[in-house]
Protein backbone atom coordinates (compact mmCIF):
# COMPACT_ATOMS: atom_id res chain seq x y z
CA UNK A 1 0.00 0.00 0.00
CA UNK A 2 1.16 3.34 -0.68
CA UNK A 3 1.02 6.59 1.28
CA UNK A 4 -0.35 8.18 -1.71
CA UNK A 5 -3.66 6.14 -1.27
CA UNK A 6 -4.20 7.29 2.79
CA UNK A 7 -3.69 10.75 1.31
CA UNK A 8 -6.91 10.28 -1.27
CA UNK A 9 -9.02 8.65 1.49
CA UNK A 10 -8.06 11.00 3.87
CA UNK A 11 -9.24 13.95 1.95
CA UNK A 12 -12.38 12.08 0.66
CA UNK A 13 -13.56 11.69 4.29
CA UNK A 14 -13.14 15.08 4.72
CA UNK A 15 -15.53 16.12 1.91
CA UNK A 16 -17.62 13.28 2.17
CA UNK A 17 -18.25 14.63 6.15
CA UNK A 18 -17.42 18.36 5.94
CA UNK A 19 -18.62 19.51 2.08
CA UNK A 20 -18.21 22.79 2.56
CA UNK A 21 -14.39 22.81 3.65
CA UNK A 22 -11.35 23.67 1.50
CA UNK A 23 -9.12 20.83 1.54
CA UNK A 24 -5.70 21.03 -0.10
CA UNK A 25 -3.02 18.08 -0.69
CA UNK A 26 0.00 20.09 -0.95
CA UNK A 27 1.72 19.17 -4.05
CA UNK A 28 5.53 17.27 -4.43
CA UNK A 29 8.38 19.35 -5.86
CA UNK A 30 9.02 19.03 -9.25
CA UNK A 31 11.61 16.19 -9.85
CA UNK A 32 14.44 18.14 -12.06
CA UNK A 33 17.66 19.59 -11.52
CA UNK A 34 16.55 23.39 -10.38
CA UNK A 35 14.30 21.64 -8.17
CA UNK A 36 17.05 20.96 -5.48
CA UNK A 37 17.37 24.91 -4.78
CA UNK A 38 13.70 24.69 -3.88
CA UNK A 39 12.18 24.17 -0.44
CA UNK A 40 10.39 20.84 0.33
CA UNK A 41 6.96 20.85 0.95
CA UNK A 42 5.85 21.84 4.49
CA UNK A 43 3.15 19.42 5.29
CA UNK A 44 0.93 16.98 3.63
CA UNK A 45 -2.57 18.26 3.26
CA UNK A 46 -4.18 21.28 4.92
CA UNK A 47 -8.09 22.35 5.27
CA UNK A 48 -10.32 25.06 6.62
CA UNK A 49 -13.31 24.02 7.78
CA UNK A 50 -15.95 26.06 10.26
CA UNK A 51 -12.88 28.89 10.60
CA UNK A 52 -10.34 26.55 11.98
CA UNK A 53 -6.96 25.66 10.04
CA UNK A 54 -5.78 22.34 9.93
CA UNK A 55 -2.08 21.73 9.30
CA UNK A 56 -1.81 18.00 8.47
CA UNK A 57 1.52 15.29 8.02
CA UNK A 58 0.33 12.33 6.51
CA UNK A 59 2.39 8.90 7.59
CA UNK A 60 1.73 5.39 7.01
CA UNK A 61 2.38 2.27 8.54
CA UNK A 62 2.22 -1.25 7.45
CA UNK A 63 3.05 -2.94 10.64
CA UNK A 64 2.78 -2.85 14.55
CA UNK A 65 6.26 -1.03 14.78
CA UNK A 66 7.02 2.16 16.30
CA UNK A 67 6.81 5.37 14.96
CA UNK A 68 9.90 6.32 14.22
CA UNK A 69 10.82 9.80 15.21
CA UNK A 70 12.87 10.33 12.03
CA UNK A 71 10.00 9.97 9.99
CA UNK A 72 8.87 13.42 11.30
CA UNK A 73 11.75 15.54 9.76
CA UNK A 74 12.84 18.61 11.34
CA UNK A 75 11.52 20.53 8.20
CA UNK A 76 7.75 19.06 8.87
CA UNK A 77 7.82 20.21 12.32
CA UNK A 78 9.30 23.39 12.52
CA UNK A 79 6.22 24.48 9.39
CA UNK A 80 3.87 22.29 11.67
CA UNK A 81 4.57 24.45 14.50
CA UNK A 82 5.03 27.74 12.95
CA UNK A 83 1.23 26.64 11.78
CA UNK A 84 0.42 25.92 14.98
CA UNK A 85 1.81 29.38 16.40
CA UNK A 86 -0.34 30.89 13.83
CA UNK A 87 -3.28 29.75 15.19
CA UNK A 88 -3.73 26.38 13.35
CA UNK A 89 -4.13 22.69 14.48
CA UNK A 90 -1.11 20.79 13.78
CA UNK A 91 -1.21 17.57 13.26
CA UNK A 92 1.17 14.59 12.83
CA UNK A 93 -1.44 11.59 11.48
CA UNK A 94 0.07 7.65 11.63
CA UNK A 95 -2.49 5.57 9.59
CA UNK A 96 -1.77 1.85 11.07
CA UNK A 97 -3.00 -0.24 7.92
CA UNK A 98 -1.88 -3.58 9.57
CA UNK A 99 -3.84 -6.46 7.41
CA UNK A 100 -2.22 -9.65 9.96
CA UNK A 101 -1.68 -9.31 12.98
CA UNK A 102 -0.36 -12.62 14.49
CA UNK A 103 -1.43 -14.01 18.09
CA UNK A 104 2.58 -12.89 19.50
CA UNK A 105 1.95 -9.81 18.44
CA UNK A 106 -2.00 -9.12 19.82
CA UNK A 107 -0.58 -10.51 23.26
CA UNK A 108 2.42 -7.74 23.23
CA UNK A 109 0.41 -4.71 22.83
CA UNK A 110 -2.85 -6.02 24.46
CA UNK A 111 -5.31 -6.06 21.98
CA UNK A 112 -8.12 -8.46 20.06
CA UNK A 113 -7.83 -7.58 16.64
CA UNK A 114 -6.30 -9.54 13.93
CA UNK A 115 -6.24 -7.08 11.65
CA UNK A 116 -5.72 -2.89 12.19
CA UNK A 117 -6.41 0.60 9.88
CA UNK A 118 -6.44 2.97 12.94
CA UNK A 119 -5.69 6.71 12.46
CA UNK A 120 -3.33 7.92 15.20
CA UNK A 121 -2.50 11.64 15.34
CA UNK A 122 -1.12 13.99 18.02
CA UNK A 123 -0.25 17.79 18.11
CA UNK A 124 2.69 18.49 16.48
CA UNK A 125 4.17 20.08 20.62
CA UNK A 126 3.01 16.92 22.50
CA UNK A 127 4.93 15.00 19.73
CA UNK A 128 8.21 16.67 20.16
CA UNK A 129 7.85 16.71 24.24
CA UNK A 130 7.21 12.78 23.62
CA UNK A 131 10.22 12.40 21.30
CA UNK A 132 12.14 14.33 24.53
CA UNK A 133 10.60 12.14 27.26
CA UNK A 134 11.29 9.13 25.61
CA UNK A 135 14.57 7.45 25.42
CA UNK A 136 14.32 5.55 22.37
CA UNK A 137 14.03 6.21 18.68
CA UNK A 138 10.64 5.80 18.01
CA UNK A 139 7.27 5.85 19.64
CA UNK A 140 6.15 1.86 20.69
CA UNK A 141 2.58 1.75 19.53
CA UNK A 142 1.28 0.39 22.75
CA UNK A 143 2.99 3.48 24.04
CA UNK A 144 0.45 5.54 21.12
CA UNK A 145 -2.26 3.13 22.62
CA UNK A 146 -2.19 3.97 26.42
CA UNK A 147 -1.12 7.49 26.12
CA UNK A 148 -3.66 10.28 26.53
CA UNK A 149 -1.85 12.55 23.98
CA UNK A 150 -2.26 10.29 21.24
CA UNK A 151 -5.51 9.70 19.96
CA UNK A 152 -7.33 7.45 17.29
CA UNK A 153 -10.08 7.02 14.96
CA UNK A 154 -11.18 4.11 12.59
CA UNK A 155 -12.27 4.16 9.35
CA UNK A 156 -16.25 3.82 8.88
CA UNK A 157 -17.07 2.31 5.89
CA UNK A 158 -15.47 4.21 3.30
CA UNK A 159 -14.98 7.10 5.39
CA UNK A 160 -12.68 8.18 8.40
CA UNK A 161 -14.24 9.68 11.09
CA UNK A 162 -12.66 12.65 10.54
CA UNK A 163 -15.92 14.76 13.09
CA UNK A 164 -14.08 12.98 16.07
CA UNK A 165 -10.41 14.26 14.73
CA UNK A 166 -11.78 17.54 14.48
CA UNK A 167 -13.47 17.54 17.83
CA UNK A 168 -10.03 17.36 19.17
CA UNK A 169 -8.87 20.91 17.30
CA UNK A 170 -8.22 23.95 19.17
CA UNK A 171 -8.47 22.19 22.58
CA UNK A 172 -5.35 23.04 24.95
Known sequence: MRESIFHGEWMKSWRHHYPGC???K??????????????????DIYAVWNGRFYAMELKL??????????????WQINNLKEAKENGA??????NYRVSAISERQRKKVGFDKKRLNW????????????????DAKSVPFKFMLESPLFKSIEKEGEFWDIPAFTAYGGKE
Open 22 to 24: HIV
Open 26 to 43: VPDMPKTAGARFLPPKPY
Open 61 to 74: RTDLGGFPFKEATE
Open 89 to 94: CAYFVM
Open 119 to 134: AFFIDVEDLTEVDSSL
